[in-house]
Nanobody
Framework: QVQLVESGGGLVQAGGSLRLSCAASGSILSINDMGWYRQAPGKQRELVAIITNGGSTNYADSVKGRFTISRDNAKNTVYLQMNNLKPEDTAVYYC????????????????WGQGTQVTVSS
């Protein structure tokens, strides 16, 4: 059983910072790409940032220069440092990971966290 557990969301004023964490656990053999997505009320889920297992990163234009994604492969954890937050960053943030795991034999699937609310007040 593989699961992703997120933490770090909350309420912050515009211009403030938050750090999200997402830890993967279970019968993990390897983790490929890890990323953060968000979904605001009435909108589709969108990619925020993604990081490969080699450390290459990619960001949505709306967060470039403000958000930083990183990962600790020894801890199977991905982070999202969010600075200079804006009200339009308000959303539920989800982590995602492509994980190879053992369940009778080697399998590979996309996994999602449960989501963490980030609210930025103006």
């Amino acid at each position: 059983q593989v699961q992703l557990v997120e933490s770090g969301g909350g309420l912050v004023q515009a211009g403030g910072s938050l750090r999200l964490s997402c830890a993967a656990s279970g019968s993990i053999l390897s983790i490929n790409d890890m990323g953060w997505y968000r979904q605001a009320p009435g909108k589709q889920r969108e990619l925020v940032a993604i990081i490969t297992n080699g450390g290459s990163t990619n960001y949505a234009d709306s967060v470039k220069g403000r958000f930083t994604i990183s990962r600790d492969n020894a801890k199977n954890t991905v982070y999202l440092q969010m600075n200079n937050l804006k009200p339009e960053d308000t959303a539920v943030y989800y982590c995602n990971a492509r994980i190879s795991y053992y369940n009778s034999w080697r399998r590979s699937s996309d996994f999602w966290g449960q989501g963490t609310q980030v609210t930025v007040s103006s």
